[in-house]
Each structure stands twice: as C-alpha cells, then as structure tokens.
C-alpha cells in the first residue's frame, strides 16, 4: 500500500518561508521520484518541484529561485522549503509519487500579503 501524508502547512506572510514535508510509506521511496504540485481555488493543479531517486531536481518556472526539493531516503520523506512567500503561491500543496502515480490528501498554504 502506497501512503503519502502532507504536513508544514499554514498561514504566513508574504515575504515569509514555510517546509512542507511528505511522508511516506513502503520500500519503493528510494527508488521512485517524487514530486510536488499545488492547485489554487478556480486553477488547474500545476506542477511546483520534482525530484528523483538520483536528487535531480525540476522546478515550475514561477518557483525557480524561491522554493527548495530535498528529499531524505531514510526517513521516507520529501521536503519543500518555501522561502519568499507570494500571496500568488496561495494554494492547496500536494505529494506525488510520480512512478506510481499516488497522490497524497494534500496540506493548505496560505501567503497573505
């Protein structure tokens, strides 16, 4: 069974920095590549960052520069620092196993400005 299991979520200003994280379960982690996508009220899911199982990293254009991908094989975790927070990155922030195509529940970010 494949589980993902957003958190590090909440409100922040603009300007601000937030590290969401993704838990995971089952022996695949290591090996598959993982990603995270965000999808604002009204607006299409769209991807944010990606990472694979050798640490290259992809990033959506509008993050480039600002947000982070890391990820922790022992720990079964991905991380995403978020750091100069835009109201425009305001948005329901989700997990994906990209090989196996799990998605987790998903955790709220909120930037106000």
């Known amino acids: 069974q494949v589980l993902l299991v957003e958190s590090g979520g909440g409100l922040v200003q603009a300007g601000g920095s937030l590290r969401l994280s993704c838990a995971a379960s089952g022996s695949w982690f290591s090996i598959n590549a993982m990603g995270w996508y965000r999808q604002a009220p009204g607006k299409q899911r769209e991807l944010v960052a990606t990472i694979t199982s050798g640490r290259i990293t992809n990033y959506g254009d509008s993050v480039k520069g600002r947000f982070t991908i890391s990820r922790d094989n022992a720990k079964k975790t991905v991380y995403l620092q978020m750091n100069s927070l835009k109201p425009e990155d305001t948005a329901v922030y989700y997990c994906?196993?990209?090989?196996?195509?799990?998605w987790g529940q998903g955790t709220q970010v909120t930037v106000s400005s």
């Open positions: 994906r196993n990209l090989e196996l195509g799990y």
